[in-house]
């Protein structure tokens, strides 16, 4: 069996009655976001996992060199996990829910231009791949804004998916949603970043973070993106409400 694919089913066996021997496969700089939107460290008291033993769900996996993707879901609940591998082994270093199981918060119109995250950024990049990353980010945003389906496209790995609260797309999805605001002229700035972290794992950049939506309640973000023939692209998107945030309007 392959080593990831065994670490990720060890993972869930332990995790699904609570058992400590899931702590061995935790990175010790785990994110872990539930799906009201709540964030845990490795040295937090950890959820259950809402999928329990998993049985009876094929997981998706997308390797990388140096990390992995891991999607699961039942019951409009997905999760996914985020592997990197380590001088020890595979550990997981993210674990994002997201639940579609209650509709979402109305939300407001959208604005038609906004400055942050298409032209600015509260984040300073420590290292010229952070840099590269995030222009290639902020070009994917900008194309969204602009309703530029096929530039959007030039910034997104074909195993790309993005799954929220009222969504769960992938490339084609998501190009075709973009050709639909397009033609309706639809006001879609993305919502502004409010903080980040970026880490770069060789040719893959895990971004953590939160945004602000104009109307409603923050969001936690986790984003990993691929280097190929020297382009980043995004390869997944899991954004979830964070239910304990105050309702704003900016």
Not at 229 to 248: C, E, H, K, N, Y
């Amino acid at each position: 069996m392959d080593d990831l694919f065994a670490a990720d089913r060890r993972l869930v066996a332990a995790l699904a009655p609570g058992d400590s021997g899931a702590m061995a496969l935790l990175d010790d700089d785990l994110t872990w976001i539930d799906a009201q939107g709540a964030r845990f460290g490795r040295r937090d008291a950890l959820p259950a996992s809402p999928l329990g033993h998993e049985d009876g769900i094929a997981p998706r996996v997308q390797r990388y060199a140096e990390t992995a993707t891991v999607t699961v879901d039942r019951d409009r609940m997905f999760v996914l996990r985020i592997w990197v591998r380590r001088a020890s082994g595979w550990r997981l270093i993210v674990w994002h829910e997201v639940s579609q199981q209650n509709p979402p918060a109305a939300h407001a119109p959208g604005r038609a231009d906004w400055d942050n995250p298409c032209r600015t950024l509260p984040y300073t990049p420590k290292t010229a791949e952070e840099r590269d990353c995030l222009a290639s980010w902020q070009a994917l945003e900008t194309a969204v804004m602009g309703h530029d389906p096929d530039e959007w496209a030039r910034h997104v790995a074909d195993e790309f998916m993005v799954v929220g609260a009222a969504r769960r797309h992938g490339k084609a999805d998501r190009y075709a949603v973009i050709a639909g605001q397009r033609q309706n002229n639809t006001p879609s700035a993305p919502a502004p970043l409010v903080e980040a972290r970026l880490d770069g794992f060789g040719d893959t950049m895990l971004m953590r973070c939160e945004h602000q939506p104009f109307h409603g309640k923050a969001a936690f973000v986790s984003r990993l993106f691929v280097k190929r023939d020297g382009i980043w692209l995004m390869a997944a998107s899991f954004q979830t409400t964070r239910q304990d945030a105050p309702v704003r309007s900016i």
